[in-house]
């Protein structure tokens, strides 16, 4: 089964090196997490739901609708190419979307 919300290798390398250093707090870490967690859940319904509403149009061969929907997926899709930066007390944490 593939788990869409599976944080991929390069994450948890980089949570592994923010949870080593001296400096760090429990409290830091588990909001980098929750942080990631968060992301990673709205990209993923999001896409989900924008493939959905595709899916509808072209069943219904609502041409308008479908080029609108596949257009807010491609700009979804843009936006999240390079990844995001989450950022607490000091501690960033890249996030790559597929």
């Given amino acids: 089964m593939n ?14 090196i923010i949870k080593s250093l001296q ?4 409290s830091t870490v588990q ?4 942080q990631a967690v968060l992301e990673y859940s709205m990209y993923h319904f999001k896409k989900s739901q ?3 509403s ?11 609708a479908f080029s609108a929907h596949s257009l807010a997926y ?3 899709i843009e936006n999240h190419k390079n990844g995001k ?6 501690y960033e944490l890249h996030l790559t979307f597929e």
């Fill in 3 to 16: 788990n869409h919300f599976a944080m991929d290798n390069n994450v948890y390398r980089q949570l592994e």
């Fill in 23 to 26: 400096k760090r707090t429990e």
């Fill in 31 to 34: 909001s980098l997490y929750a």
């Fill in 50 to 52: 924008l493939l959905i």
């Fill in 54 to 64: 595709i899916d509808q149009a072209l069943e219904s061969g609502d041409r308008e």
């Fill in 74 to 76: 491609k700009e979804h």
């Fill in 85 to 90: 930066m989450i950022i607490e007390n000091g």
